[in-house]
């Protein structure tokens, strides 16, 4: 089956991040401006207090924004993201997390992510802000 263009520039993309494989993360769905991915929290990634680390889930979010933003076929780099704590994370949790474009120009696109656990509890919200470079995605589809 031949594969999209977001899905083939996703593909190459995930096979040279060695920080997202080592998330263990699962891509679920890629569309031009959306994403949706799915991880499970392991015990090296809690912190002092025995949750999950917040770069954890800003890190599952962070490549949400840059399958989303990327999908189109011109490489985007983040700008400025934030993110808010819901509820915590724990080992063994399974995280679900979804990108979704607020706006997109020539220049930038803005992401809203939402990231859920098994329980489908809302534990976290990230917003991110991407600059579209002109250079173009080469891929094979």
Known sequence: MQKTKAEAIVAKMLAEDKFSLWLGIELLSITEGHCKL???????MVNGFSISHGGIAFSL??????FASNAYGRLSVALECSISFAVAVQVGDELTCEAKELSITH????YHIEISNQKNEKVA????TVYRTSKVWEVDQ
């Open 107 to 110: 220049k930038t696109a803005t």
């Open 38 to 44: 799915r991880m499970t929290i392991r015990d090296e």
């Open 61 to 66: 979010a962070d490549s949400a924004l840059a």
């Open 125 to 128: 919200f990230f917003k991110g």
